[in-house]
């Protein structure tokens, strides 16, 4: 599913022309960037929660040449679905 089949069922659901319907999905997806970028928590009830998580530091290997390189701490985002989307999936 693309942003634009979210857009297509928002105005299946919710009659509004299709560029309110982009513009409702940009809006959401902004929202969630920005508390991400924040470090705050997203929590959609019944469907999952996303968080940023710090990586430790770590050791890699470049297999071209065979050194050892250093990994930087950094950040990724976690996804942890919901109790009914468990459900769902199982």
Not at 7 to 24: F, I, Q, W, Y
């Amino acid at each position: 599913m693309i942003k634009i089949d979210i857009a297509n069922e928002l105005m299946r659901v919710h009659p509004c022309s299709k560029a309110v319907a982009l513009s409702v999905v940009d809006l959401f997806t902004d929202k969630m960037k920005e508390a991400l970028t924040n470090g705050a928590r997203i929590e959609i009830r019944g469907f999952g929660v996303f968080e940023l998580r710090t990586r430790k530091r770590g050791f890699g290997r470049n297999i071209k040449t065979g050194q050892n390189v250093k990994i930087p701490i950094g950040k990724s985002i976690r996804f942890k679905p919901g109790k009914n989307l468990r459900h769902v999936l199982i």
